[in-house]
């Protein structure tokens, strides 16, 4: 009877333990976005066509954005990347700027997390242009640069 009772004092200290660490995790408010294994793009890589590896990257960023993936993210833009959302006008003193990785991956959370962007349409319609290690492209309104650099290509600025 002393051990059954124990064993009961024991399993409903565990619970209460466990549930107590468990409500303690997180804040309230708190916004979790998955951070799943990266799945960049392997056409970003190696000898792939440039239209065909610009093209794999821009969805690979779209995606990313819609499923809040972060650690994917900062694997496709450049350290010293920026966004440029010229708020429709040509004058530059307008434009708001997010300049650099960590800046960027703060307007996904701020920004873009909260109200994500619709899909794309495949196949892209890209207009490319190529100068050595760099490369513009253009769907619609938005201008994306990429640089090859470390084997790969990576997003070096979006101008929207």
Request: charged share 20%.
């Amino acid at each position: 009877m002393c051990i059954q009772r124990n064993t009961k004092a024991i399993a409903f200290f565990l619970i209460f333990m466990s549930m107590a660490l468990n409500a303690c995790t997180r804040a309230p408010g708190y916004m979790h976005f998955a951070t799943p294994a990266p799945s960049i793009a392997a056409v970003a890589f190696g000898d792939t066509p440039i239209e065909i590896a610009l093209s794999a990257l821009i969805i690979e960023e779209r995606t990313a954005a819609r499923e809040r993936d972060l650690t994917t993210l900062a694997q496709l833009w450049a350290h010293d990347a920026r966004i440029v959302d010229s708020r429709g006008t040509d004058d530059p003193a307008a434009a708001y700027v997010w300049q650099g990785r960590d800046a960027i991956l703060d307007r996904y959370v701020l920004a873009v997390f909260p109200a994500p962007p619709p899909p794309l349409t495949e196949p892209l319609d890209l207009v490319v242009e190529q100068q050595g290690n760099s490369a513009t492209a253009t769907l619609n309104n938005d201008r994306w640069r990429f640089t090859f650099a470390e084997g790969r290509w990576w997003l070096q600025e979006l101008s929207y």
